[in-house]
């Protein structure tokens, strides 16, 4: 009988040693939370999804990658305050960030970028990078890289979009951005910030008659179900900042530069799926029922002027950053 006791005693000892031995393995793997605003099958759902599978590969056991996505974390404005608290570990804010800084309001001038060949020579240009890397942890972030939040188009309920004046007393949702504001009056709207997670029920209670998104958040969130209009402005670019905050110092030194790799490895492969989604969401719109027009351009750069000249008076370094850009035009 007393060999049996202690044979027992072995066996629950042993057992409670692995236990503890995986317990202690599963705490020493650490985790990091990402968040987003993208729904499900949206561009940024699709590449938070891909870094974390890339990322994951190469981290082994030592930590793991958690997206999470549809504002589960908060929306942009509070997934920003969370990176500040460490609460969480990495958000994909785009438009926001120009509350952050007025640097980041760059992305806010309409008809900036040309085309995605435009937007490859802006990552590959150092000095825009360094600067706005510079800018971010100057405020206490770190920014990875750039991915693609994509080229922004105009979907309302009340007529086509051709030329600004079209705009005249349309309630336009927009993200939470004074400089996204600040243009869209100049065009004769009435813009009305709300966050991406509220949109949808805004536009089908008539609280606002339209919103202006990237194809590849305009689908996924199903914004055809309750707009009729889709005008192909393409009238801002905007890119999503990959961006880390409170916690990135208390990571390990081979995570961080792993994660930064896979972050900067991944800006070709969003702008690759945000072309090829371009493409495929508007025949899928189409066939949704709305009704797709094209704007006069030239009307719009026109009404833009004032945009133009105010960030170039108002933001430091603005005209240098201006011109940067318009230097890696073909």
């Known amino acids: 009988m007393l060999v049996k006791s202690r044979l027992l005693m072995r ?25 987003h605003v993208g729904e499900p099958g949206s561009l940024m759902d699709a590449t938070a999804n891909e870094f974390t599978k890339r990322a994951n590969e190469k981290l082994g056991d030592d930590a793991v990658v958690e997206a999470y996505g549809s504002s589960q974390l908060g929306n942009d404005t509070e997934m920003l305050r969370k990176l500040k608290l460490g609460t969480i570990d990495m958000a994909l804010p785009s438009t926001v960030m120009s509350s952050v800084d007025p640097a980041f309001a760059l992305f806010e001038l309409p008809f900036l970028m040309d085309d995605r060949d435009h937007v ?14 510079e800018v ?7 920014l990875l890289a750039f991915w693609e939040n994509g080229f922004r188009n105009i979907t309302n309920n009340k007529r086509p979009i051709v030329k600004p004046e079209d705009l ?25 910030p709300m966050p991406y997670s509220e949109t949808f029920v805004g536009l089908q209670t008539g609280a606002v008659d339209g919103q202006e998104n990237p194809l590849a958040q305009i689908y996924p969130a199903h914004f055809y179900e ?14 999503v900042s990959v961006l880390a905050g409170a916690s990135w110092k208390r990571l390990p030194e081979d995570v961080q530069k792993i994660l930064e790799e896979v972050a900067i490895e991944m800006q070709p ?38 945009v133009y000249e105010l960030f170039q008076e108002t933001v430091e370094n603005g ?4 011109n940067r850009i318009n230097e890696l035009r073909d």
């Open 136 to 142: 971010a942890d100057g405020h206490g972030y770190k």
């Open 11 to 35: 066996v629950v000892a042993t057992a409670s040693l692995l236990a503890l031995g995986a317990l202690s393995s599963a705490q020493a793997q650490t985790k990091i939370r990402l968040g």
């Open 319 to 322: 005209e240098e950053l201006l």
């Open 226 to 239: 309750v707009q009729k209009y889709l005008s192909m402005s393409n009238h801002v670019y905007t890119p």
């Open 269 to 306: 492969v969003a702008l690759k799926l945000g072309e090829e989604m371009d493409t495929d969401l508007l025949e899928k719109l189409k066939e949704k029922g709305m009704e797709v027009n094209d704007i006069d351009q030239e009307a719009f750069l026109e009404a833009s002027e004032p």
């Open 120 to 133: 490859t020579r802006f990552h590959e240009d150092e000095f825009l990078t360094d600067t706005l890397k």
């Open 168 to 192: 005249k007393g349309i309630k336009l949702r927009t993200p939470n951005g004074e400089w996204r504001v600040r243009m869209f009056k100049l065009y004769g709207a009435n813009p009305t």
